[in-house]
């Protein structure tokens, strides 16, 4: 794994940003695997900012999401294809109609997953996934003791995961979903380059862990240490156990 040590989460933010927009540059109908939570914030903003800037179209890229919490109803602004739609769709020049993400309403979850993973073979595979990691070392909704060949399925969260998740609900950790569908780690493990970006000495111990412990279902996003071409951008609080 290629672990690069910024400053700030700006730096982190433009080193994402340039290996996107130079994917783009190569292929402007690459696609894109996007992810949820603060980690790819910065990265959505610099994108904005070049398609505003007239530096970089994502026109006709088509975009998959990692996850979504199920049963949360389609206007609920934490529902991740409207976390989506808000942070990174409407702030770029992407179709929204190439945007996908799993359905977190099935009926036929089982059916909706396998769905999933076929829209994605259909595109052609993820070229560039972009993922946070969860201070439990998750990667997508991949809890620990998630199997490392996993596919698209539903999952229960823990209970750390739905209190670190808790803020974007009110700090109310019941009304955090308990389950969601998530890519995975065997899902995840096929994009052609795995970029995660984790800041902050919270995310310490997960660093450590998926960088320099064993490969395990234990530590979920350790399973990059096997992917052929993985980037992990950390700042130096989170590299602090390094
Ligand atoms: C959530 C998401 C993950 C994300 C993780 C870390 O649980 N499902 O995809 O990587 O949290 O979040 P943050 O970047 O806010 O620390």
């Given at each position: 794994m290629e672990v690069v040590i910024v400053e700030t989460d700006r730096e982190a933010a433009v080193i994402a940003a340039d290996a996107i927009s130079r994917l783009f540059r190569e292929n402007p109908s690459a696609?894109?695997?996007?992810?949820?939570?603060?980690?790819p914030l910065g990265i959505y903003d610099e994108l904005g900012r070049r398609v505003t800037g007239g530096?970089?179209?994502?026109?006709?890229?088509?975009?998959?999401?990692?996850?979504?919490?199920?049963?949360?109803?389609?206007?609920?602004?934490?529902?991740?294809?409207?976390?989506v739609a808000r942070d990174f769709v409407a702030k770029v020049d992407i179709d929204r109609a190439n945007v996908h993400g799993p359905d977190g309403l099935a009926k036929d979850v089982p059916q909706a997953c396998a769905s999933y993973e076929q829209q994605i073979r259909d595109?052609?595979?993820?070229?560039?996934?972009?993922?946070?990691?969860?201070?439990?070392?998750?990667?997508?909704?991949?809890?620990?003791?998630?199997?490392?060949?996993?596919?698209?399925?539903?999952?229960m969260l823990t209970s750390q995961t739905r209190s670190?998740?808790?803020?974007?609900?009110?700090?109310?950790?019941?009304?955090?979903?308990?389950?969601c569908l998530t890519q995975g780690l065997g899902t995840i493990s096929e994009c052609r380059h795995a970029l995660v970006v984790a800041t902050g000495r919270h995310k310490a111990q997960?660093?450590?862990?998926?960088?320099?412990?064993?490969?395990?279902?234990?530590?979920?996003?350790?399973?990059?240490?096997?992917?052929p071409h993985a980037t992990i951008?950390?700042?130096?609080?989170?590299?602090?156990?390094l």
């Open positions: 696609v894109l695997g996007i992810a949820t939570g603060s980690s530096e970089l179209s994502l026109a006709d890229a088509r975009a998959f999401m990692l996850d979504e919490y199920v049963g949360l109803p389609e206007d609920h602004p934490e529902r991740y294809r409207n976390v595109a052609g595979g993820i070229d560039l996934q972009i993922l946070g990691l969860g201070t439990d070392g998750h990667i997508a909704f991949n809890e620990p003791g998630s199997s490392l060949g996993s596919r698209t399925r539903i999952k670190d998740n808790a803020r974007f609900f009110d700090d109310q950790v019941d009304a955090v979903p308990q389950h997960a660093v450590h862990q998926v960088v320099e412990g064993p490969v395990t279902a234990m530590w979920p996003g350790s399973v990059l240490q096997l992917h951008i950390v700042d130096r609080p989170a590299a602090s156990r």
